[in-house]
């Protein structure tokens, strides 16, 4: 079974840039979570998505980020202008349904951002 | 708001022994326990979790102890591995809601 693929896997960009990534889920999975992780900390949920419906987007910086997911599989996430505290690692994951916390996320390798 | 946090950046152990990763939370109302592995270049894997209606959950040389009354949560892993050597994150949620909390992670090497 494929995993979460997501590109692109490295991104230089130069502040107030714009930049997208994109991820596709697992074949089937209905939830997509999109996570921003800053070196020495943990990952931090962004989004998620049930279908191509948003759940939760409560710590998405809606100024200048934004998430679509049509048809309910692939997604895309987007910064614009990009700032240097941006520069993190931005991971996808996704889980089957999604409703409950013991419904396993699977992670993609992620996006390295680097925002000079 | 770090509601997750593991105070351990590091741990080294000697392969064959025990390792002990802690975590401690501070959101009462988690009461759903990850724990991931992450290697360089990889996503975080899940690893094992624990429900706050137990206070042990083991899978074969992983084991997770919840002390509900400390909000304290450890991973011990016996014996260990050199392939063990990765990131290890804690994380935690709360029924209403699906939003996992993770903390910074402990990075174990073990040592042959």
């Known amino acids: 079974e494929a995993g979460v693929a997501q590109s692109p896997r490295y991104k230089i960009i130069e502040k107030r840039q714009s930049v997208a990534f994109w991820c596709n889920p697992i074949?089937?999975?209905?939830?997509l979570y999109w996570y921003q992780q800053i070196l020495g900390q943990g990952p931090k949920l962004l989004i998620q998505f049930q279908n191509n419906g948003v759940v939760d987007d409560s710590q998405l910086p809606k100024d200048r980020f934004s998430a679509e997911r049509l048809k309910g599989v692939d997604s895309t996430l987007k910064i614009q202008p990009a700032k240097l505290e941006d520069s993190a690692v931005y991971l996808c994951?996704?889980?089957?349904?999604?409703?409950?916390?013991?419904?396993?996320?699977?992670f993609g390798p992620g996006t390295r951002l680097t925002v000079l | 708001d770090q509601q997750v946090k593991q105070n351990s950046p590091s741990l080294s152990v000697q392969e064959g022994r025990i390792s002990i990763l802690n975590c401690d939370y501070t959101n009462s109302m988690f009461d759903y326990f990850l724990w991931y592995k992450k290697y360089p270049a990889e996503g975080p894997t899940f690893l094992i979790s624990?429900?706050?209606?137990?206070d042990k959950n083991e899978d074969g040389r992983f084991t997770v102890f919840l002390n509900k009354s400390a909000k304290h949560l450890s991973l011990h892993i016996v014996p260990s591995q050199p392939g063990d050597s990765a990131v290890y994150f804690c994380a935690a949620s709360a029924r209403y809601n699906n939003d996992m909390r993770f903390g910074a992670g402990t990075r174990l090497t073990v040592k042959p």
């Open positions: 994951a996704s889980s089957l349904v999604g409703v409950l916390p013991t419904d396993t996320q699977y």
């Open positions: 074949s089937g999975h209905a939830t």
């Open positions: 624990i429900s706050s209606i137990k």
